[in-house]
């Protein structure tokens, strides 16, 4: 992930999101601080709320006890699932063990040298 200082809030959130492997997972708390932003979970959630591009993997992101945000049941949530088990992500009762997902290292997938 390539980030300058000239990058917004909303920009540096977005390439954390993108910087999540396939078949990998990030709480939005998470999300927030590798783009710099620590205690900004909230902001990671509205810029998520608010993408238009079809291609960012926000399926990936996921609250900081494992749960889809979205209602259980809703277009959202069952499209949510449907992505991350189609990545190979075990989603139970709407919910992802983050420990079991944690399986990178998102440090060196964000700041290591490319």
Avoid: C
Wanted: charged fraction near 30%.
């Amino acid at each position: 992930m390539d980030l300058t200082a000239g990058d917004s809030p909303e920009q540096r959130i977005l390439a954390a999101v993108r910087a999540i492997p396939r078949g990998q997972v990030a709480a939005y708390g998470e999300v927030a601080r590798r783009a710099g932003l620590p205690g900004r979970a909230r902001l990671a959630a509205k810029v998520l709320a608010g993408n238009t591009d079809p291609a960012l993997p926000w399926h990936r992101v996921l609250r900081a006890d494992g749960r889809i945000a979205f209602p259980a049941g809703s277009k959202g949530h069952r499209e949510q699932a449907r992505r991350l088990t189609a990545e190979g992500v075990k989603v139970d009762k709407g919910r992802v063990r983050l420990a079991a997902a944690a399986g990178f290292d998102m440090d060196a997938e964000v700041w290591a040298p490319r």
